[in-house]
C-alpha cells in the first residue's frame, strides 16, 4: 500500500457467530479499541447468528455468506473478495480452518493481505480439514497461534516460510454477578447454602469429553454426597449426556442449564469449576472462570498449562483420569482457604497476563507489520 489510514480498515471472517469461544472473541477485541482499526466482520453460517447483535451494537458492519457446507463457503469466495473491495480493506483477518480456506482465496482475488488464527492443534482437525488449510497455507501474510503448544503443533506440520506468532486470547474482566441472580441459579441447581456446586461452561460436543467429567462428579459425590452439578452450555452431545447422568449414581445432581447468553451468575454461584476437556488451544471459558474467582481443576492439554500453575492458580490433572479429576476437586472442595488462595492468584494471573486490551494491541502491532511490508506482508 502506498498509505495508510491513521485506522487501518481490518475485515474479520469466520465460520458463524454463535456462541462458542473464538466468536465471543470478536466483540471483546473490538469493544476494546486497543487495537487501533476499523472493523467489519463477515461469517458463512446464518443460524450461527447470536453474536450479530452484539457487533452491530457498537457499530461493526456485519455481513453473512449464506453457505450450508463446505462448498458452499468456497462458492461464497467471489461474494468476499467483492465485499473486501467494495469496502475498501487493508487486510483480512480469518479465524478457523473453512473460514481461513476461503479467506485466503478472497484475499488473493481481491489482493488484500490475510492473516489467520489458528484457535487449535492441527493434529485435532479432521483430515481433510487440514490438508485444505495446509494446502491454502502460504496464501497468507502471517498466523496468530493463540497459544504455544498450537504454534508448536503449526511447526510440526505447516510451511514454514508464513511467520507465527503467539498472541494469547484475552477477556474483558467480568462485572460483579447480582447476588439475587446467584441464588436463582444455586437454587435451579439444588444448591443450598452451604452445598458444593461444581460446574463447567463447555459446548457439549465430543472434545470436552463431558462423559469423564461425569465420572468425575460420580467420583466426587461418592465423597461429598451433598454436592451438586451443573453443565452450562448445548450441543450435539446433550441427550447422550443426560442419558449417562439419569443412569448413573449423578442420577439428579446434575443440571443442564443449556446455553446462556449471560454466564456470569453461573460462574458466581459455583464453587469450583472442573474441565476435562481432551484437547485445547487456549480456552476462553477457562479465563473466564478464573477471572471470576473460582478456583479451577483441568486437564494439562493445550494452552491450559499456559494459564494454570499447578498448585498456585489452579490444580492440574492428565488427561483421561476421572479418578485424578475427582481426587482434586474433593481435595478443594475440604480446603475452604486453599480453593480461596487458589481463586484468588488465578484472577491475578488473568488480570494481568490474558486481559483483552493486551491482546488487541497485540494484534494491532501485527497488522501493522504485515501492513508495511513485514511478516509476509504484500
Known amino acids: ?17 454463535g456462541r462458542g469461544g473464538a466468536e465471543r472473541l470478536l466483540p471483546q477485541v473490538i469493544r476494546s479499541r486497543a487495537d487501533g482499526c476499523e472493523h467489519a466482520v463477515g461469517y458463512f453460517l446464518p443460524w450461527k447468528d447470536a453474536l450479530v447483535g452484539d457487533l452491530e451494537g457498537i457499530g461493526v458492519p456485519v455481513r453473512a455468506f449464506p453457505a450450508r457446507s463446505p462448498a458452499g463457503m468456497l462458492v461464497q469466495v467471489p461474494a468476499v473478495a467483492h465485499w473486501l473491495r467494495r469496502g475498501g480493506a487493508d487486510l483480512l483477518h480469518c479465524h478457523l480452518p473453512l473460514a481461513g480456506i476461503a479467506g485466503r482465496l478472497a484475499g488473493r482475488l481481491a489482493r488484500v493481505p490475510v492473516v489467520y488464527t489458528e484457535h487449535n492443534l492441527q493434529e485435532r482437525y479432521h483430515p481433510w480439514t487440514r490438508r485444505a488449510n495446509l494446502a491454502t497455507w502460504c496464501l497468507q501474510a502471517a498466523v496468530v497461534a493463540v497459544s504455544e503448544d498450537v504454534a508448536a503443533s503449526i511447526g510440526r506440520h505447516a510451511d514454514p516460510r508464513v511467520p507465527v506468532r503467539v498472541v494469547r486470547n484475552g477477556i474483558e474482566p467480568p462485572r460483579p454477578p447480582d447476588p439475587m441472580a446467584v441464588a436463582r441459579v444455586r437454587a435451579a441447581c439444588g444448591a443450598a447454602d452451604g452445598v458444593p456446586l461444581v460446574g463447567t461452561v463447555a459446548v457439549l460436543r465430543a472434545q470436552k469429553r463431558l462423559d469423564i467429567w461425569l465420572d468425575a462428579a460420580g467420583a466426587i459425590l461418592a465423597a461429598v454426597p451433598e454436592s451438586r452439578f ?23 445432581r446434575v443440571h443442564f442449564a443449556g446455553l446462556q447468553e449471560d ?23 477457562l479465563l473466564e472462570a478464573m477471572c471470576a474467582g473460582v478456583p479451577v481443576v483441568a486437564t494439562r492439554v493445550g494452552g491450559v498449562g ?3 500453575e499447578d498448585g498456585e492458580s489452579g490444580r492440574l490433572v492428565g488427561f483421561g483420569d476421572p479418578a485424578a479429576l475427582a481426587r482434586a476437586a474433593v481435595g478443594l472442595l475440604a480446603d475452604p482457604d486453599l480453593r480461596e488462595r487458589l481463586a484468588g492468584r488465578g484472577r491475578c ?18 497488522y501493522r507489520e504485515v501492513l508495511a511490508g513485514g511478516l509476509g506482508g504484500r
Open 263 to 285: 454466564v456470569v451468575p453461573w460462574l458466581g454461584a459455583m464453587d469450583l469449576y472442573l474441565m476435562s476437556s481432551e484437547f485445547e488451544g487456549l480456552p476462553l471459558a
Open 349 to 366: 494471573v488473568v488480570a494481568e497476563r490474558f486481559g483483552v486490551a493486551r491482546m488487541a494491541g497485540e494484534l494491532g502491532a501485527l
Open 1 to 17: 500500500m502506498s498509505s495508510l489510514r491513521r485506522e487501518p480498515k481490518v475485515y474479520q471472517l469466520i465460520k458463524g457467530l
Open 230 to 252: 451443573v453443565l452450562v452450555g448445548d450441543g450435539p452431545l446433550r441427550g447422550d449426556l443426560e442419558a449417562q447422568a439419569a443412569a448413573g449414581r449423578t442420577t439428579g
Open 306 to 308: 499456559e494459564v494454570v
